[in-house]
């Protein structure tokens, strides 16, 4: 085949070497705009799965590789003067002059055509090859020019972000955490020599436009962040390299092939940087077009089978992805938290680190996170103890442990039973006794240390109908608060704002030491800036009402159509409402295992969470 590789970056060099390898008369010319030296960058950093990938495809470039590599195996947290570390998570770094060092030399050494300083405008300008592959970047000129058969969607990030480095040698992948005069500035840092470190530097818009870097000099933006980070370098200089002040793009293509042309690396997609570099994704890629064409004799089938293969990979990454960089946009949020829960708010903030995965890594930081945390709680033992063990106490109520159930199916071992006995509307006037329900309520309080609580379903209504049903419901709660109940909750309000009344009213007549709560369900889409902030007005105008609890509760029609989206935006609308409106969240609803509700809870992204659905047989939660 006559092949011709559109940009010698890391993804079209890797493709050249190997499908050459492969078969030494492929015919295979890289044209690349800049020069062969050209320095543009800093280091480059691999997870350990993208190495043992490597070495499978290629072994004489990943001995290179490793030959040039630095590696660890901690994170690091830096914030409020503290640091934590957390071992387990192996990377390796490398400087990336040096891997497009190894990868032109091997190129050049198997006969592949390298000419640098050679930009392709168009692609009549390739005409008459076989395969054309555009690895030419997210600024892909491939990309426009057959938009509307690739129709890429592109879209950009919140937050600024700046690559700088440093002679500092960092000793892992660390994340400092500081405010500046104008602002919260974070830093992901990793080495990739001995005395070598890439630096970026990421912010919020407003603090980053507060801090004038929209108007100063590349000079003195570079003196700012030296400043703000001064502590950390330990009298070292952070250095630019043709460094600029950019808002993360993440990238999608429908198809990523249209004739003999194939998209490969950030031309076909991105995916933020605190997931994996867009270089360990190109290389995989290279790898994935490379075996398709290897295996395929026909040119469609092989990039068909190419990107069915890579596809729902690249799709997983950048589902992780999408929560961690709204996490990094949003820092700014959680730096109320002290280290210790800022590391494990950022640690699950994916599903893909899970609970059970850190403490098999380093289960000494999870086991210092849970005493921290059991502290917190009031507890006296200095031994660790799993967060959802851990009491909560909501006004003069103490829960035993942070686990709900109902009564449909209750286990007594839950921290709180709710009961959802009726629902409560304008049409409903027949005073009931509370005989039944002080039945309950003796009952679990007899045989158990669990709370209960009244789950009320409010229909809401409008005009004469109001009265009614603010004296219907002023009179429930009476009875309820006479049967002994701990908690009170009203359900199906959230349909208008006009229910804060009835919220109101409900405080009146609940007694101020017993918690009263308030179920929502999270709207579907994080992303959707107006839904945040008209929730989050609303948490805000329910704790004004006397809500101490609200209670959050799965996106029904998300739920049905993508699960792990709806645990996302369940989890998102938790956190949200709980640290920026300041008011405790009970999760309800969503299949999680007993490691995601203790994630949940030592996170900081809800106090109280349902009974795990997935909890293995005969689970408790002692």
Not at 172 to 177: C, D, E, K, N, R
Not at 505 to 516: F, G, M, N, S, T
């Amino acid at each position: 085949m006559r092949i011709a590789v559109i940009g010698a970056g890391p993804g079209g060099l890797f493709f050249a070497v190997l499908m050459k390898r492969a078969d030494p008369a492929h015919q295979i010319t890289v044209f690349e705009r800049n020069a062969a030296d050209a320095t543009f960058g800093f280091g480059v950093v691999f997870p350990e799965r993208s190495m043992r990938y490597l070495r499978e495809a290629d072994q004489q470039t990943h001995e290179a590789f490793t030959q040039a590599m630095i590696q660890w195996d901690a994170l690091e947290y830096r914030h409020r003067g503290r640091v934590l570390r957390c071992g387990g998570h192996v990377f390796s770094g490398i400087a990336r002059t040096d891997l497009l060092r190894i990868l032109q030399e091997q190129a050049r050494g198997l006969g592949v055509d390298l000419r640098f300083e050679c930009e392709i405008t168009r692609l009549a300008d390739v005409a008459g090859y076989d395969l054309v592959v555009a690895a030419d970047g997210i600024n892909s000129m491939v990309r426009g020019e057959l938009a509307d058969r690739f129709r890429p969607s592109i879209h950009m990030g919140k937050s600024k972000y700046i690559w700088l480095g440093t002679t500092q040698a960092f000793s892992a992948l660390t994340f400092i955490f500081e405010k500046g005069t104008h602002g919260w500035f974070g830093a992901h840092i990793y080495p990739y020599g001995p005395a070598l470190s890439t630096f970026i530097v990421e912010t919020d818009d407003d603090t980053w436009r507060r801090a004038g870097f929209d108007r100063i000099t590349e000079a003195v933006q570079l003196e700012y962040c030296q400043r703000l980070f001064a502590r950390h370098l330990d009298g070292h200089r952070l250095q630019a390299n043709n460094s600029k002040w950019l808002s993360f793009r993440t990238v999608r293509n429908r198809p990523w092939h249209a004739g003999n042309v194939v998209l490969a690396g950030d031309a076909a997609h991105t995916a933020h940087f605190s997931v994996g570099s867009g270089t360990r994704m190109a290389l995989e890629d290279a790898i994935g077009l490379a075996h398709a064409l290897q295996r395929h004799v026909g040119l469609a089938d092989a990039l068909a089978a190419y990107e069915g293969e890579r596809r729902p990979a690249v799709r997983r990454i950048q589902r992780a992805a999408e929560p961690s960089r709204r996490w990094w946009e949003g820092f700014r949020h959680w730096t109320v938290f002290q280290p210790e829960q800022l590391a494990f708010h950022h640690l699950a903030r994916t599903r893909v680190l899970t609970y059970g995965t850190l403490t098999v890594r380093d289960a000494q930081f999870v086991a210092g996170a849970e005493t921290w945390f059991a502290s917190r709680a009031g507890e006296s033992s200095t031994d660790a103890r799993a967060p959802l063990l851990t009491p909560l106490q909501l006004g003069a109520v103490v829960l035993p442990n942070r686990i709900v159930t109902s009564t449909t199916g209750a286990r007594s071992e839950a921290g709180l039973i709710l009961t959802v006995p009726f629902t409560v509307s304008h049409t409903d006037r027949v005073a009931r006794s509370p005989d039944s329900w002080r039945i309950i309520t003796e009952s679990i309080h007899a045989r158990t240390a669990a709370k209960v609580g009244l789950r009320l379903n409010v229909l809401t209504a409008t005009g004469e109908e109001r009265t009614d049903l603010t004296d219907t419901l002023d009179r429930t709660v009476r009875l309820g608060v006479d049967a002994g109940f701990d908690v009170l909750v009203l359900d199906g309000l959230v349909a208008s704002r006009r229910f804060l009344d009835l919220v109101a009213a409900a405080r009146i007549v609940w007694p101020p030491d017993r918690p009263l709560g308030v179920g929502v369900e999270a709207w579907e889409d994080p992303e959707d800036d107006d839904a945040n902030e008209a929730r989050l007005a609303l948490a805000r105008e329910l704790k004004g009402s006397g809500c101490d609890l609200v209670a959050v509760s799965m996106p029904a029609a998300l739920a049905a159509r993508d699960p792990e989206r709806a645990r996302e935006a369940h989890a998102h609308a938790s956190d949200l409402i709980r640290n920026l409106a300041r008011v405790p969240t009970m999760m309800l609803g969503g299949d999680y295992a007993v490691g995601d509700v203790n994630a949940l809870i030592l996170a900081g992204r809800a106090d109280l969470c349902e009974w795990p659905r997935l909890a293995w047989s005969g689970w408790r939660p002692v």
